[in-house]
């Protein structure tokens, strides 16, 4: 298994693809969409993507090329989060005044990062991909939020750990592949729908999961960009689409949903359910 995952060697994406499978073979590529190009293309069996945070709530941008792309989910996995500072060796606090991370790293040491007085908070690519930097660049006074793992394949030095913002910190992550044929027994769907402008639309579709005793695990929406106020939803239901019930409720929201679409089925995250 080759799963492509956006970052650096030591990112949590890489992280978490072999927290699901420890044989598999992680593929770094620079950006979310070349992790779906790399599946695409071959390059890969499998992609992985932060879907969203505890912390830092959801990707957006990874909604939008689910729905871009014809890559089903075939797994998730849940992957806890712990942010360090790293320097270079020798680098005190006091010397730090840049700090450079991925958005959403930097969102989920907020109120740490608050307490630095005068430091500039430096958004980047990826967090192992701060680490690189400081250490490529040679970077004086600047500090990354990056993985122990990060500081370990560069050559950094942890100068404090667990900055996040809640211990309990973790990033949820789904697995696509070309091959529609889930990674486990599936428990869990993920749709894409939208519904009609007018009171209660949006009531009625979610109705047809809760006449059914369907639990809604989640739900997103995001604009349509060529529709201004328009939406797409998307929700997690916690049902395989097989079941009797689930396809009962998806064709009866199809009959007044102008589009739907199933992104996957698939098993819901088990600390026992890697592969």
Known sequence: M?????????????????????????VPRPSFDDVFRA?????????????????????????????????????????PIVHHLIVREGTRLEDVRKVYSH??????????????????????????????????QDLAACAAIASERAADVFGLTILKSGVQDFADNFTRFLIVSRDPA??????????????????????????????RDID??????????????????????AANRNDLRCARALMHLAEFAPSLRTLGSYQAWKEDSGV
């Open 2 to 26: 080759r799963i492509a995952y956006q970052g650096e060697p030591g990112a949590y994406s890489e992280a978490a693809a072999l927290r699901f499978n420890a044989n598999a073979d992680p």
């Open 182 to 211: 889930p990674l486990g027994t599936p428990d869990k769907t993920t749709i894409v729908f939208t519904v009609s402008n007018g009171p209660g639309a949006l009531f009625k579709a979610l109705s047809v999961f809760a006449l």
């Open 216 to 237: 809604l695990a989640k739900l997103e929406s995001r604009p349509i960009p060529d529709k201004p106020f328009e939406y797409l939803f998307y929700a997690d239901v």
């Open 39 to 79: 599946v695409a293309q071959g390059e890969a069996t499998h992609g992985i993507l932060p879907i969203e945070n505890t912390i830092g709530g959801s990707i957006h941008r990874n909604y939008d090329l689910l729905l871009e792309h014809e890559l089903p989910i075939v797994a998730e996995v849940k992957q």
């Open 103 to 136: 958005p959403q790293g930097l969102a989920q040491c907020e109120r740490f990062l608050r307490t630095l007085d005068g430091v500039e908070m430096v958004p980047t690519y990826d967090t192992a991909g701060s680490a690189k930097m400081i250490k490529e």
